[in-house]
């Protein structure tokens, strides 16, 4: 779906944040990509829905060289949720804004109720309407401009920092929501350096620091491994790291989930006794 | 010794149809370390901003009830008088810092105060070591990362030397290794300076190590008030939802499932040694 | 734009860059005060070359080389427009003088002089000095931090209207496209959440004013502080000298005009 061949970016300020990134992401994929803060992680991602084009290499989407088309045909395909929504909410009425896409698209007007109502449904915001935006809370607003992406249904959606400033509960419930979106087929690309979150998901996750890829595999393999984490500069999830701290006694080292942690340890316990 | 004392202490901001934080009773002794958390929305940011008088002067609306701080009313002080005795940290790195250059941010609040210039000048390079960035003192605010910016941030409430320093979701914005700097700053200046920390933190798998006393609150009343492991392995934290460290998680499961660790860890180290225990055991 | 980067301070020292920014600006004052004084060309190119070593000894060539070429698009509407009128004016339908030429090469020259001096009075005082200037010359601190808060601002905001043009494209803005009209509508998306954020951004900041003590004393200190050294008085004696000689020309000496001195 989305292949990215050796790509440099400099931008215009002479700062190089990406160097020789190579990765192809396939259809139905779901992909975090993890790292500090300025390793490239953002910066990697607008290349998917050409904000940015590279200074070398190139970026294929669907089959189409990101340099030949211009961000709104992209955008059709790739959708972006930014880590602040109130860098997008401008409307008078959530409705607006959720439309505010489909309208830019040149949905015709049905198409348009249908598809806001489904999305307000969706995100469960539809009580809201008919309100300002702007009159909604932080976790409130996030939902509404989520919805406002989904709703033009692209095939592709990144979600840059989503789990910034949310509580437990609601890092949960944007857990689930997220892999309901990628069982319903869609490719799904988060950045994130939030590894519990990414633990619980479990999907395939891409380490990058100084703008290359330091590492690259499923969840469970990579962050569980301390030298590449390191690298990464991230730290492993809690349980990994109880399991590092076991891993003298024989225990499997590989382990990010509470229930796995579980399985293994009731196993071990009620099995000798 | 109280340095914060709130009785009954209710607030609604104005305009609002229902009180932020209802009854709220606390007492938070000179030099600990407490963490303040629960869901979103659910009053602790408003009820920090009654410990540093923002509530009620700055925003109005009605405040119920009693609140001292280092001996003082609140409701009876200006803020620039607190100001002397409590430092906010706020969430928004940018958003606090307004000077040209790290070292004038720093001296913001003596400048404020009219500290005199030789007096400002040790106590901005004092605030500058203690958080650790001595050689940032010349550069601009917006060249800096975030940890580093709330590094300035830290620093310049620090200058002011206040008894209690209130820290409103300071790492939200930070990755996992600028969040751990942040927190060993704070805990230098805790347990070294004797500075009473109220840390508001979502992130407690990597905060609670250093804590003394949490606060839980939910729609604002507060839910749970006591020591860490006490509060994390509670029932009713986990209905409330508030994300517990995963090693006091996995205590609750394998309890759940019969086995029995001897003490509540909150750390992986902890998890990791009292597991040795029961694992060598057999 | 590029008119406006030859105001930008760049983070370089020179002696230039350490003289008061007081006396900079009172060099300046000079400065404008002689180019309204003089009409003729002579002196007004002589003008031209005072700020000149300035510019060197500071380092600052190539900024300002920029800000004079944006300068100069502004400088041949000027020069057009005072022509032109002046022309249909006065001498249509002779032909145009020789003295009226001059005449409207002065205009612009002086205009040239002006956006030169303060050219480099911006390009070489960083915001931080001219905000203690403004300070130490009694100006009421709301307005000296109102000041240096916007400048410390600048650049925040600017990233975020990129990020918003970025958040509004990925949701198919496209503000390349359309007649001039429906391309100013399509601004509305990205002016409408940079204002709304300005705004959270100054509540935040007031919040953060006041929990550090705004306020607390009817006279605030300062950790900076400005001394006049003597590379301060030399150019304040420089600039006063030259008044003086101004002055004195402009009252007794009749200045020739070039054309005059060309034999025209």
Known sequence: MIEVKDVYFSYPTGVEALRGITIAIDDGEFLAIMGQNGAGKTTLVKHFNGLLKPTKGEVVVDGVNTRE??????????????????????????????????????????????????????????????????????????????????????????????????????????????????????????????????AECNPRVMFMSGGKIVAEGRAEEILTNPKLVAQASIVPPQITQ?????????????????????RILLGLLEGSS | MAVIETRNLTYTYPGATKP???????????????????????????????????????YGGKLEGEVVVADRKVADHS???????????????????????????????????????????????????????????????????????????????????????ILDEPTSFLDPVGAQKIFEVINELNKKLGITII???????????????????????????????????????????????????????????????????????????????????? | MSMFEGFRFRRVSSVIHRLDPRVKFFFVCVLFVMAILFSKLPPLILLFFVPLPFVFVAGVQREWLRSMRGALFFAVIIFLFNFVFTYFYTQYPQLPSASLLERSFAMTLRFLVLVESFSVFFLTTSPDHLGLALEQSHVPYEFCFAFTTAVRFVPVLAEEAQTIMDAQKARGLELERGNFLK??????????????????????????????????????????????????????????????????????????????????
């Open chain 3, 183 to 264: 391309r100013v509508r399509n601004y509305i998306p990205i002016l409408i959440p940079l204002i709304v954020s300005a705004i959270r951004r100054s509540l935040e900041l007031a919040e953060a004013m006041e929990s550090r003590a705004w306020g607390a004393s009817e006279k605030r200190t300062n950790l900076y502080v400005l001394k006049l050294r003597r590379a301060d008085y030399f150019l304040a004696l420089g600039a006063v000298l030259m008044l003086v000689f101004a002055i004195y020309v402009w009252l007794f000496v009749p200045v020739p005009s070039l054309t005059m001195l060309l034999g025209y």
């Open chain 1, 242 to 262: 109880i399991f590092l701290g076991l891993s003298d006694l024989g225990l499997p080292t590989n382990v990010i989930d509470v229930h796995e942690a579980r």
């Open chain 2, 199 to 282: 840390l508001v933190e979502h992130r407690l798998d990597l905060a609670s190590k250093y804590a003394n006393h949490v606060i839980v609150m939910d729609e604002g009343k507060v839910v749970l008030d006591g020591e860490p492991r006490r509060v994390f392995n509670s029932e009713e934290a986990r209905l409330i939802g508030v994300g517990v460290p995963k090693a006091t998680r996995l205590y609750q499961i394998l309890k759940e499932n019969g086995i029995r660790l001897h003490k509540v860890p909150v750390t992986s180290e902890e998890a990791a040694s009292l597991l040795r225990e029961v694992l060598k055991r057999d």
């Open chain 1, 69 to 198: 088309v211009s961000v709104a045909q992209l955008a059709r395909k790739v959708g972006f949720v930014f880590q602040n929504p109130d860098h997008q909410l401008f409307c008078e009425t959530v409705g607006e804004e959720v439309a505010f896409a489909l309208r830019n698209f040149g949905f015709e007007e049905n198409a348009i109720k249908k598809r806001v109502d489904w999305a307000l449904n969706l995100l469960d915001v539809t009580q809201y309407r008919q309100t300002s935006p702007f009159m909604l809370s932080g976790g409130e607003r996030k939902r509404v401009a989520l919805a406002s992406v989904l709703a033009w249904d692209p095939q592709v959606v990144i979600l840059d920092e989503p789990t910034i400033g949310q509580d437990h509960q609601q890092k949960e419930k944007l857990r689930q929501f997220i892999v309901q979106l990628n069982a319903q087929k869609k490719t799904v690309i988060v950045v994130t350096h939030d590894v519990e979150f990414v």
């Open chain 2, 79 to 165: 803020i620039y008088e607190l100001a002397r005795h409590i430092g906010f940290v706020f969430q928004n790195p940018e958003n606090q810092l307004f000077a040209l250059s790290v070292e004038k941010d720093v001296a913001f609040g003596l400048e404020n105060l009219a500290v005199p210039r030789d007096e400002m000048r040790k106590r901005v390079d004092w605030a500058l070591q203690m958080a650790g960035i001595e050689e940032l003192s010349e550069r601009s605010p917006h060249e800096l990362s975030g940890g580093q910016q709330q590094r300035v941030a830290i620093a310049s409430v620090l200058a002011m030397q206040p008894d209690v320093m």
């Open chain 2, 20 to 58: 932020s934080i209802k009854d709220v009773s606390i007492t938070i002794e000179r030099g600990e370390f407490v963490i303040l958390t629960g869901p979103s929305g659910c009053g602790k940011t408003t009820l920090c901003r009654c410990f540093n008088g923002l509530v009620p002067h700055f």
